[in-house]
């Protein structure tokens, strides 16, 4: 029985609480009471099974966001008179953040989930799902200029908001449509049935009068794939496609091929098609599959570690391959640029891009990512994925910090690569193969963040023994400039030389929670200026530190360089606040081509960044700053 009564009580009592989370999740009222009007009626469709279980919301929640999700097409609360400032505000914040960390905060707060469920229902594993937590809610605290422990007041102001904003059908009119429903779907299934009946009578007769039999070849597992009717309409029509690829073992990387190119005991831990547990598998993985519609796949992983309990020791090298098939030529180039992103921009927390290079002369594409993460344990990861033809492989080498992460791991591992694309280039629909010497070049890293032009978290170092992750705060026109010294005090607002700055943009990082100075930050800015006027406003900062007479202040110039259309000088400056107190600064300026940038970083004692590694990222700030677009475009 559907029990009426109880999925009354059920649409009274969830209404609310759904329409508050879609609306904070996609700010358009209209579309969140539709959605989650209509996420109802499908729950009065099933509901004989809902009924069933102890948390029917769990299920229903989940099919409302998505329909209030796919149905908004703006964020409209900003022309709702309804809705006070502070909402707005909140509002506001909350669209800012990713969906993933908008989902996590809603989850928290405003469906007090579990973490273990809340991770569940936004499709990560639980260490994801805290860092994108701990993300959203630093973001939020920011944004709002909130403590963290502020934050649920905002969002039962939300909740507040809207208390009889919507009027609701009467829960006989959502079991009427839900029976409707029903109703469609049995008479369209009976409809479809009864017609491939008759059409299919009338056709299994053929010319020669000759009547079909029962008689066909014994099915073989692994020789045939259903066909999807809805976006294989060859397959439903019975046009016979070649086979789809496949994956065997012996394409994979063996134990042999860990030893020939790392140190230690090598074994193979494990062999599976990754369809068990959550898939993530690899560094920063966000999906099971780069390409979710494949057509094979395999994971195996690796280890050094000797003794019964191999699995749980850190001090080991580790390894891991995940091998994709996919339909076609062009789907591989997409599961390629998938991976390709998972790594590149990683949204994991405490993870830094240590490296990228191009691996020569394996497969049709090529790439190498070298990461490195001080969560515990601190690791260092040498990634290089390669495409051929219809095959994407990844290959992963996890050492202790420091370990194997210089420039004879990254060789090392770009003919781990090599050799893993040896294997599948024999395959059927394989492409370029590998070769047994391929080199290891160096590249700019891959667009990261919201803003590809600027440093983004995944750039920054560990400070000290601090475990925190960096968090930026959002790009901003600078009004002011807090990545100037006291020497320079350098503008990118108005004009330079009567050109104007086009396409500038500040921003501050910060470790939220680390109980350092509130004057500890990294500022960059940046932007765009014609002509010579970016080369000249370099060269105006290396004059202004190079005669500085700012008082109590020392300045030691530790590198400068130009490079065809590059410029990069850095200076660190100690300013004699007290005569028992100095503090620090670094500061760079750099261009690249057209696009110029200030990076300033106030440290909270001399051992939270050396000259050498200010300098490194100062240069990584210069390879993204050619992204930046030119004088007047953006």
């Known amino acids: 029985m559907r029990d009426p009564e109880k999925f009354d009580d059920f649409y009274k009592d969830a209404r609310e609480r759904l329409l508050v989370q879609t609306f904070a999740l996609t700010g358009d009222l209209a579309a969140s009471r539709r959605a989650v009007r209509d996420a109802f009626v499908v729950a009065w469709h099933h509901w004989r099974k809902l009924s069933l279980l102890d948390d029917p919301e769990s299920v229903v929640r989940p099919h ?209 098609g990754n369809d068990e547990g959550t898939g993530l598998v690899l560094p920063c993985q966000l999906e099971r599959y780069a390409d979710p519609r494949g057509a094979a796949a395999l994971v195996r992983t690796f280890t050094t570690a000797t003794g019964k309990k191999k699995r749980a020791q850190t001090d080991a090298v580790q390894a891991t391959q995940l091998t994709e098939a996919s339909s076609s030529t062009n789907r591989a180039k997409r599961a390629f640029r998938t991976a390709s992103t998972w790594f590149g921009d990683c949204t994991q927390g405490r993870v830094q891009l240590l490296a990228t290079a191009t691996p020569k002369k394996v497969g049709d594409q090529s790439l190498q990512i070298v990461l490195e993460s001080w969560g515990n344990p601190q690791r260092s990861h040498v990634i290089s994925l390669a495409r051929t033809g219809v095959y994407t492989t990844t290959t992963v080498v996890s050492s202790p910090l420091g370990d194997n992460d210089g420039a004879a791991a990254r060789t090392a591992a770009g003919r781990l690569l090599s050799g893993a694309v040896q294997k599948l ?84 990082f910060v470790i939220p929670g680390a109980k350092l100075p509130t004057e500890f930050g990294l500022t960059q800015t940046v932007g765009s200026l014609p002509g010579g006027r970016a080369e000249a406003l370099v060269e105006a900062v290396r004059g202004a530190l190079g005669g500085c007479d700012a008082l109590n202040t020392e300045v030691d110039r530790v590198m400068g360089a130009d490079v065809r259309d590059t410029s990069l000088s850095v200076w660190r400056l100690a300013v004699e606040v007290t005569d028992s107190r100095t503090v620090i600064f670094y500061m760079a300026i750099m261009r690249n081509g057209t696009a110029v940038s200030q990076l300033g970083f106030l440290p909270s004692s001399s051992g939270d960044l050396t000259s050498p590694e200010f300098v490194a990222l100062a240069q990584r700030a210069q390879d993204r700053l050619a992204q930046l677009p030119k004088p007047g475009k953006g």
């Open 64 to 272: 409302a966001w998505r329909l209030a999700q796919r149905r908004h097409t703006a964020r409209v609360w900003h022309r709702d008179k309804n809705i006070g400032t502070e909402v707005k505000a909140t509002l506001d914040a909350l669209g800012k953040l990713s969906v993933s960390q908008r989902r996590t905060m809603i989850l928290t707060q405003l469906a007090a989930v579990s973490m273990p469920q809340m991770a569940r229902e936004v499709g990560v594993t639980l260490e994801v799902a805290q860092n994108e937590l701990q993300h959203a809610a630093t973001q939020l605290s920011l944004q709002l200029d909130l403590p963290a422990s502020a934050l649920r007041p905002r969002f039962d102001d939300v909740s507040a908001s809207l208390v009889d904003a919507v009027r609701w059908p009467r829960p006989s009119i959502i079991r009427r449509a839900g029976a409707a429903r029903r109703r469609t779907h049995t008479g369209v299934g009976v409809a479809v049935a009864v017609t491939a009946l008759v059409v299919s009578g009338s056709l299994l007769v053929d010319s020669a009068g000759a009547r079909p039999t029962l008689d066909r070849p014994a099915f073989t597992e692994g020789t045939a794939v259903l066909p999807d009717p809805d976006t294989d309409t060859d397959a439903a029509a019975g046009v016979t496609d070649p086979p789809p690829p496949t994956l065997t073992e012996t394409s994979m990387l063996g134990a042999a091929d860990l030893k020939a190119r790392f140190d230690g005991r090598w074994s193979i831990l494990d062999t599976s």
């Open 425 to 508: 280039c024999s395959l059927p629909d394989a492409g370029a193969c590998g070769t047994k010497k391929a080199g290891v070049v160096l590249r700019d890293p891959l667009p990261a963040g919201a803003t590809p032009s600027m440093l983004s978290e995944i750039d920054l170092p560990q400070i000290g023994s601090i475990k925190k992750p960096w968090v930026g705060t959002e790009p901003r026109k600078p009004v002011t400039n807090d990545a100037a010294s006291s020497c320079d005090t350098t503008s990118f607002r108005g004009k330079f030389r009567d050109r104007a700055f086009t396409n500038n943009a500040t921003r501050t």
